[in-house]
Structures are given as C-alpha cells and as structure tokens.
T-cell receptor, first 112, second 112 residues
Framework: GESVGLHLPTLSVQEGDNSIINCAYS??????FIWYKQESGKGPQFIID?????DKRQGQRVTVLLNKTVKHLSLQIAATQPGDSAVYFC???????????FGAGTRLTVKP | DTAVSQTPKYLVTQMGNDKSIKCEQN?????MYWYKQDSKKFLKIMFS???????INETVPNRFSPKSPDKAHLNLHINSLELGDSAVYFC???????????FGPGTRLTVT
C-alpha cells in the first residue's frame, strides 16, 4: 500500500544550527501534509501544515517545503534550540479520506 | 485546562484480561481518534468517530472496540489482551473541516 516514510531516522545538530528533516511519500493523491513534534512522554503536537497546491509555507522558525514532483516533504528549523529535541513525524491525507497516515518519525537531538 | 486527556497514563495487565482506556476532549471537536504507537514510534490510526458514527476501522482485531457515550468521549475497550497489544495508545480529536488533530498524552499499555 501507499506509505509515508522518512529518509533519516536520527538527526543530531549543534545548538544554533539549522535542521532539515526529510520525508518521502508515495501517495500522489495526498492533498494535505502536516508535521508533528513529539516530545518524550507526550503526545504529538502540531507544528506546521501545507496543502498540495503550495510548495512552501513558513511559521515561526519553521519552514515546510513540498516538492510534488519527487513526492518529498521537508521541515526546516532555524536556529535549533535544545527544546527542539524530539521525534518529528510527517503525515499526509487526502481530502476525501479521513485517514491521516504518519511516517516513521525522525529523532532530532540538539547538542548544547 | 487539558484539551485532550486520557486515563490511565500507565496500564500494566496480564494476558487474557479485559481493559479500557478513557479519553475526553473539551475542545468541542466533532471527531475523535485512537492511534497505536509501537516501540519504534510508528503511529497507526485505529479508529475515528464523528458524531457517534465510526468512520475508520483499520485492520484492527475485533478485540478492540471504541465506545463513545457522547461527543466529548471516546473510550477504547480491549478484550482478551495479548502480548502484542503492548504499546502506547493515543487519543486525538479534530474539528470537521480542520485537519489538525490534537493529541492526548498517551496511555502506555504493558501486557505481561
């Protein structure tokens, strides 16, 4: 079946550096993509989303890029802080389907 | 003030037992979900309810049954627990027309 996956299971960065977390998806019919952050012992928390008719969206310190040609999604975190250490999930869904499919997750570790 | 709450946070039980996990949301959302997260952090949707109607039922054993007494609650009942049921279970909710899902803190189920 279709799936959402991640290129890198772990990512370690120095505090202050920029982080890039990548995600590959295979469902070309996906209309909506979302990034979640999950801190240890907590539930996933919404970070930023993007619709399939966009290729870039910016939030506070975060940017999501969507490349539909190669079915690739990335999350960029500027000036990464220790509080950014968590597992990050990409997820995708179609407008006519209530099923939100999550990728495997990438663990981001920020070194002081 | 908690938007989505779950009880208990930890549940340790023996094989063959029946247990329930409770979920409540005070956001006024129309749709609630149950997810299972395995030891590798993979999140998989199990059920969703919209206005007391089951929308999604993934390939989940019929030992699992969601029960929604009202729009603010979606409890998960599990019969005849098996070792493979050990995981973290997350409840989530969303508003119709809004794809962002709000997650609870999770319930770590351990079957011995």
């Amino acid at each position: 079946g279709e799936s959402v996956g991640l290129h890198l299971p772990t990512l370690s960065v120095q505090e202050g550096d920029n982080s890039i977390i990548n995600c590959a998806y295979s469902n070309s019919a996906s209309d909506y993509f979302i990034w979640y952050k999950q801190e240890s012992g907590k539930g996933p928390q919404f970070i930023i989303d993007i619709r399939s008719n966009m290729d870039k969206r910016q939030g506070q310190r975060v940017t999501v890029l969507l490349n539909k040609t190669v079915k690739h999604l990335s999350l960029q975190i500027a000036a990464t802080q220790p509080g950014d250490s968590a597992v990050y999930f990409c997820a995708e869904k179609e407008d006519n389907n209530n099923d939100m499919r999550f990728g495997a997750g990438t663990r981001l570790t920020v070194k002081p | 003030d908690t938007a989505v709450s779950q009880t208990p946070k930890y549940l340790v039980t023996q094989m063959g037992n029946d247990k329930s996990i409770k979920c409540e949301q005070n956001l006024g959302h129309d749709t609630m979900y149950w997810y299972k997260q395995d030891s590798k952090k993979f999140l998989k949707i199990m059920f969703s309810y919209n206005n007391k109607e089951l929308i999604i039922n993934e390939t989940v054993p019929n030992r699992f049954s969601p029960k929604s007494p009202d729009k603010a609650h979606l409890n998960l009942h599990i019969n005849s627990l098996e070792l493979g049921d050990s995981a973290v279970y997350f409840c989530a909710s969303s508003q119709v027309g809004d794809y962002e899902q709000y997650f609870g803190p999770g319930t770590r189920l351990t079957v011995t």
